[in-house]
């Protein structure tokens, strides 16, 4: 048996029925590491000795004694001195942190490529980007280099990667999970949530990490009940919004995800047409609200305090530290970051309307499926406007699912479903009605 084949589910239950130890389950995985590491650049730290069921870290969140880089060359020397809450709360529950994953600089990019540590690559076609920014965070559960792993999801950084990696990602609503001890990227819009085999084992992560620990104030609540509120889809309106099925979709990703909506359609739940009229503002929105935050998060990064000096940021970092140094100044800050604040607005309030009609949203999560390595990467326009289907959620606060759900010549397609603020059990049930009721997630990359 490959144990690394197993999801989070059937590796708990493996683990009580003793089927095998711990001890053989961090070497089946730790032995996929070694073999796959240098073709994929997943990992940028291995844990050699660990017991406990083996999550893969974002780089980003920190790790006590684990170096925490945020893939940046600035804090190549950093060890933090404890755990982020997460982490902590991951250990209870007998997990270990087998590694820490890549991923864009700060958390700024779509393809990996914003690195300072190199790109990850597509455990689907080694030629092609894993998207971003958590790339080794969903190329690890694709290539079954861990059990589940952890993300941040700001504009999509869950979800997209998710997507072209053929994983499941959940980016949580605003508030659920804690960030302390996340390095913050963009504090209005960043969640951290995990990537897992199949939707179930969100559920299991998300009932983990979240409810508040009074170190992050804008978390609260109890941690997640799973309630799984309903067993099929009568009686459950889902909504397609036609803002999502515009220009710039790729036509085979729009059949795939059309066949998907039509599959729930035949589970029973009632398709309803709906409108997000403000999401095409809300790009140019959050290229304000993002590097503005930016511009204030990243200014702690001195070189007197921890890591290096500002002249190791790249360039993705500067030119958003700049753009946000700009919206914030005198003279400008009503012009494009209070205008943008009140874009943000519009957008949570077409969320707001559309759930009147809908329990779920569904659509793409990506406009495309993994594009080559290079592509886009002088063109941050174009690498920008693959984010449009993810950002929007993120200015609302809602949450936001993507599961596998078909391939277009050989590279994996996301079903996003968005739920309303703290619908995770609503977006997770609907999820799992469709998982039951395909075999997209049990398709693997061949390596
Ligand atoms: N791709 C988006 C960006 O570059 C989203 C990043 C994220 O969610 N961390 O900002």
């Given at each position: 048996?490959?144990?690394?084949?197993?999801?989070?589910k059937?590796?708990?239950k493996a683990?009580?029925?003793?089927q095998f130890?711990k001890?053989e389950?961090?070497?089946a995985?730790l032995?996929?590491?070694?073999?796959l590491?240098s073709?994929?650049?997943?990992?940028?730290?291995?844990?050699?000795?660990?017991?406990?069921?083996?999550a893969?870290?974002?780089d980003?969140?920190?790790?006590?004694?684990?170096?925490?880089?945020?893939?940046?060359?600035?804090?190549s020397?950093?060890l933090p001195?404890y755990?982020?809450t997460?982490?902590?709360r991951?250990?209870?529950?007998?997990c270990?942190?087998?590694?820490?994953?890549?991923?864009?600089?700060?958390?700024?990019g779509?393809s990996?490529?914003?690195?300072?540590?190199g790109?990850?690559?597509?455990?689907?076609?080694?030629k092609?980007?894993?998207?971003?920014?958590?790339?080794g965070?969903?190329a690890a559960?694709a290539?079954d280099?861990c059990?589940?792993?952890?993300?941040?999801d700001?504009?999509?950084?869950?979800?997209?990667?998710a997507?072209l990696c053929?994983?499941?990602g959940?980016?949580?609503?605003?508030?659920r999970?804690?960030?302390?001890?996340?390095?913050?990227?963009s504090?209005?819009?960043?969640?951290?949530?995990?990537?897992?085999?199949?939707?179930?084992?969100?559920r299991t992560?998300?009932?983990w990490?979240?409810g508040?620990?009074?170190?992050?104030?804008?978390?609260?609540g109890k941690?997640f009940q799973?309630?799984?509120?309903?067993k099929?889809?009568?009686?459950?309106k889902?909504?397609?919004?036609?803002?999502y099925f515009?220009?710039?979709?790729?036509?085979?990703v729009?059949?795939?995800?059309?066949?998907?909506?039509?599959?729930?359609?035949?589970?029973g739940?009632e398709?309803?047409?709906?409108s997000?009229?403000?999401?095409?503002?809300?790009i140019?929105?959050?290229?304000?609200?993002?590097?503005?935050?930016v511009s204030?998060?990243?200014?702690?990064?001195?070189?007197?305090?921890?890591g290096?000096?500002?002249?190791?940021?790249?360039?993705?970092?500067?030119?958003?530290?700049?753009?946000?140094?700009?919206?914030?100044?005198?003279?400008?800050?009503?012009?494009?970051?209070?205008?943008?604040a009140?874009?943000?607005?519009?957008?949570?309030?077409?969320?707001?309307?559309?759930?009147?009609k809908?329990d779920?949203i569904v659509g793409?999560v990506?406009?495309?499926?993994?594009?080559d390595i290079?592509?886009?990467?002088?063109?941050?326009?174009?690498?920008?406007l693959?984010?449009?289907?993810?950002?929007?959620?993120?200015l609302?606060?809602?949450?936001?699912?993507?599961?596998?759900?078909?391939?277009v010549?050989?590279?994996?397609v996301g079903?996003?479903?968005?739920?309303?603020y703290?619908?995770?059990?609503?977006i997770l049930?609907?999820g799992e009605?469709y998982e039951q009721?395909?075999?997209?997630?049990?398709?693997k990359p061949?390596?």
């Amino acid at each position: 048996m490959d144990l690394t084949k197993l999801s989070l589910k059937q590796t708990i239950k493996a683990l009580e029925d003793k089927q095998f130890s711990k001890q053989e389950l961090n070497r089946a995985y730790l032995s996929k590491i070694d073999t796959l590491n240098s073709k994929l650049n997943v990992f940028l730290e291995v844990e050699k000795n660990t017991l406990g069921i083996p999550a893969a870290i974002k780089d980003i969140i920190i790790t006590q004694n684990i170096k925490t880089t945020a893939g940046s060359k600035i804090l190549s020397n950093f060890l933090p001195p404890y755990n982020a809450t997460v982490i902590g709360r991951l250990l209870e529950k007998g997990c270990s942190v087998i590694g820490k994953t890549n991923h864009d600089e700060f958390a700024m990019g779509s393809s990996g490529e914003n690195s300072a540590y190199g790109v990850t690559k597509n455990p689907w076609n080694l030629k092609k980007v894993p998207g971003g920014s958590s790339s080794g965070s969903a190329a690890a559960v694709a290539a079954d280099m861990c059990v589940f792993s952890l993300g941040t999801d700001t504009g999509g950084s869950i979800r997209q990667p998710a997507s072209l990696c053929g994983v499941v990602g959940l980016k949580t609503s605003y508030g659920r999970v804690s960030r302390y001890g996340a390095i913050a990227l963009s504090s209005s819009l960043d969640q951290i949530g995990p990537f897992t085999k199949t939707v179930e084992d969100a559920r299991t992560i998300l009932e983990w990490i979240s409810g508040e620990d009074g170190l992050d104030a804008n978390c609260h609540g109890k941690p997640f009940q799973p309630q799984k509120s309903f067993k099929n889809l009568s009686g459950i309106k889902i909504g397609v919004p036609k803002e999502y099925f515009g220009k710039g979709l790729d036509k085979g990703v729009e059949k795939v995800i059309r066949e998907a909506i039509k599959k729930l359609e035949e589970l029973g739940g009632e398709i309803v047409e709906v409108s997000l009229p403000h999401t095409e503002y809300a790009i140019a929105a959050y290229y304000i609200i993002l590097p503005s935050e930016v511009s204030s998060n990243l200014a702690k990064f001195d070189g007197i305090r921890f890591g290096f000096d500002r002249s190791k940021f790249g360039a993705e970092a500067k030119r958003r530290i700049m753009l946000g140094t700009f919206t914030l100044s005198a003279g400008y800050f009503d012009d494009y970051f209070i205008k943008a604040a009140k874009v943000r607005t519009l957008i949570k309030q077409d969320f707001e309307k559309a759930f009147e009609k809908v329990d779920v949203i569904v659509g793409p999560v990506s406009p495309t499926v993994a594009w080559d390595i290079g592509e886009k990467f002088d063109d941050p326009l174009a690498m920008y406007l693959s984010d449009a289907y993810t950002i929007p959620a993120n200015l609302a606060g809602i949450c936001g699912l993507s599961l596998p759900c078909g391939f277009v010549e050989g590279l994996p397609v996301g079903l996003q479903i968005l739920g309303k603020y703290w619908g995770e059990d609503t977006i997770l049930s609907v999820g799992e009605i469709y998982e039951q009721a395909t075999d997209w997630h049990k398709e693997k990359p061949k390596l």
